[in-house]
């Protein structure tokens, strides 16, 4: 008995991990479109994370027969590095993240996480080392805790305490009616965005991977709040292999490498200062992103004069 038991609890315990993880991701990745065909190998091994290290070698992948989204892509981020992926509406950045999270299998080519093909090992261990903090962050009807403990459900309430406090949210969940034990969501507390991203960064924190995905928000945050939030989410890259879909590309500028995507191809990469230099599709994004905000804070002071 004792020994049927034991994998069926093993069984039991992946497949909560899993679904953990669907939960997590449904967030960021608009789950309801993803079918999920991917299975792992019968007998497959965990991953055996080292220190994180990606690579996508010569990645080519559809969602259908008929169109390509990426083509041969190829690009390494080595362990504790900051990649950031950048490009039009449509490029192909969310569809590279997909993949790592094996969400689909690649047509062509391969994704190594440490050395090894995410094919080869089971999901739920490529999963619990993928920390993912969405662009919304969908809380859980549940208490401001349990929304952080669900990083790490074994966790500590100093363990908690600590992440809230890295994520510079700790204090604001002080304010709240029961602190830590405050019900979030519909019948309870409405958090701003950045607070809800805040909530994502300390759960995060307390799961503790070795690799983070990071879909920075494209709503405009007042700059007060961004510039914490740029410390917050510093923090949780510090030290860890980081892959980011930045939108705003002042917060990039020290991002280790830059793959521009275009068309589902990378069309130029390096480091911001060579690639402005470079004068190509990156510098003009750049350009253009600069007079956007010459002029909103143009119309911000006329408004402010008025
Ligand atoms: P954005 O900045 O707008 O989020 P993106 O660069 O992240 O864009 P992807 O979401 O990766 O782009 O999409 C790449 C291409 O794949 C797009 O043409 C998109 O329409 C298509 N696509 C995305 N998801 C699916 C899907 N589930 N089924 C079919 N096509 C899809």
Known sequence: LVQLYVPLNWFGTYYRAIQRNFVDMENMFDLMRVDSDVKDMPGAPDLLVRRGAIEFKDVSFGYGPERLVLNN??????????????????????????????????NEGAILVDGQDVRTVTQASLRANIGVVPQDTVLFNNTVRYNIQYGRLSAETADIIAAAKNA?????????????????????????????????????LLKDPAIVLLDEATSALDTNTERNIQAALARVCANRTTLIIAHRLSTIIHADEILVLRDGEIIERGHHEILLTQGGFYASMWQQQLENRNNNALENSTEGNN
């Open 73 to 106: 892509v190829s690009f390494t981020v080595p362990s504790g590095s900051t990649v950031a992926l950048v490009g039009p509406s449509g490029a192909g950045k969310s569809t590279i993240m997909r993949l790592l999270f094996r969400f689909y299998d690649v």
């Open 168 to 204: 510079d949210i700790h204090d604001k969940i002080l304010t709240f009616p029961d602190a830590y034990d405050t019900q979030v969501g519909e019948r309870g507390l409405k958090l701003s965005g950045g607070e809800k991203q805040r909530i994502a960064i300390a759960r995060t």
